[in-house]
């Protein structure tokens, strides 16, 4: 028996060898294609998951600035949008060029002796021309902050100068549309600053600078008065470093001393700053409350007084 299975092995010796190569590499194929896709299942998680992430991170980023987008466009400037608000801003500028303080104290909740001596020592101005009313809704119903655009007629200036002014308007118990006039809400100022550093106003306070600009280009008496105007500091920049000086009119408050730069506020009639150092050409350096440094552009005629 033992001579038969002897003689059948090497018989068939040949196709178990082949038998048991087909087998190995069967198994050194498994293991191979089992070692490759092991190798590559530790990267590929990572690699995906942080795919995973940047892509989280791009549309989360996406979703917070089409979120700013959708809030500036639910309260997006409106041009001439309401004719109650319009009429009364009208015939505020109106009573202004022709100095009817009465009237101004009218169209307003508040307008002291300091709102009247502005506008009747303003004898320089003789009409606001071409008025349009540019509106955002404000902190509640039936209230807006409104960008004023006009051209300012200047006495003996050919070339009206484009201007804009920013105003708060409310409805009184009375249920008429009155202008805001109280510098000392701090709400509704904070509610006004905010509303100015938003695209669309910061445009269009953008488009009415470089049409000032152009026109100044085009006329050298308008730039000339322009000019004037600015430098009506002297008295501020004779004026002692560290002495108390009083603004007679509103100006802006800019980043430097030139016409173009960026406004980071305004001071208004009856504010006082403490004189720091001259700065650059008509510009001056100021220490305001609660607030850095920073140069000052005027330009209201005569808008600033020493007062020690």
């Given amino acids: ?28 194929l498994f293991f191979g294609v089992k070692a490759l896709t092991g190798g590559f299942s530790d990267e590929k998680p990572k690699d995906t998951e942080k795919k995973t992430e940047q892509k989280k991170d791009s ?17 997006a400037l409106e041009k001439n949008a309401y004719p109650e608000v319009n ?6 500028y109106t009573a202004w060029g022709q100095k009817d303080v009465a009237k101004m104290k009218e169209l307003t ?10 506008v009747t ?9 071409n008025i349009v009313v540019y509106t955002k809704q404000g902190l509640e119903k039936d209230s807006y902050v409104v960008f004023v655009s006009y051209d300012l007629k200047f006495k003996d200036v050919k ?29 509704v100022q904070e509610c006004i600053e905010k509303t100015r550093q938003e695209k669309d106003v910061m445009t269009l306070i953008e488009d009415v ?65 403490k004189k720091l150092e001259n700065g650059e050409t008509t510009g001056l350096k100021w220490s305001i409350t609660g607030r850095k440094p920073m140069y000052m552009r005027i330009y209201c005629n005569k808008s600033i007084e020493e007062r020690k």
């Fill in 87 to 92: 009429a009364l801003i009208e015939s505020f």
């Fill in 209 to 273: 600078e470089n049409k000032l600009n152009e026109d100044m280009a085009s006329d050298a008496e308008l730039k000339a008065f322009e000019e004037k105007l600015g430098k009506e500091v002297n008295t501020a920049q004779m004026a002692d470093n560290g002495d108390m000086l009083t603004a007679k009119e509103d100006c802006n408050v800019r980043a430097d001393s030139t016409t173009n730069a960026e406004i980071l506020g305004r001071l208004k009639a009856g504010d006082q700053v």
């Fill in 109 to 118: 909740d508040n307008f002291d002796a300091t709102d009247e001596a502005k």
């Fill in 159 to 187: 070339t009206a100068a484009p201007g804009l002014s920013e105003l708060y308007v409310i409805k009184n118990d009375s249920g008429n549309y009155v202008i805001h006039n109280d510098d000392s809400d701090a709400e």
């Fill in 121 to 129: 020592n303003a004898t320089y101005i003789e009409s606001y021309d």
């Fill in 1 to 28: 028996m033992l001579d038969n299975f002897r003689e059948w092995l090497s018989d068939n010796l040949r196709y178990i060898l082949l038998g048991l190569a087909i087998l190995l590499a069967l198994v050194l």
């Fill in 59 to 75: 549309t989360d980023s996406d979703e917070a600035e089409k979120d700013d987008a959708d809030k500036e466009d639910e309260n």
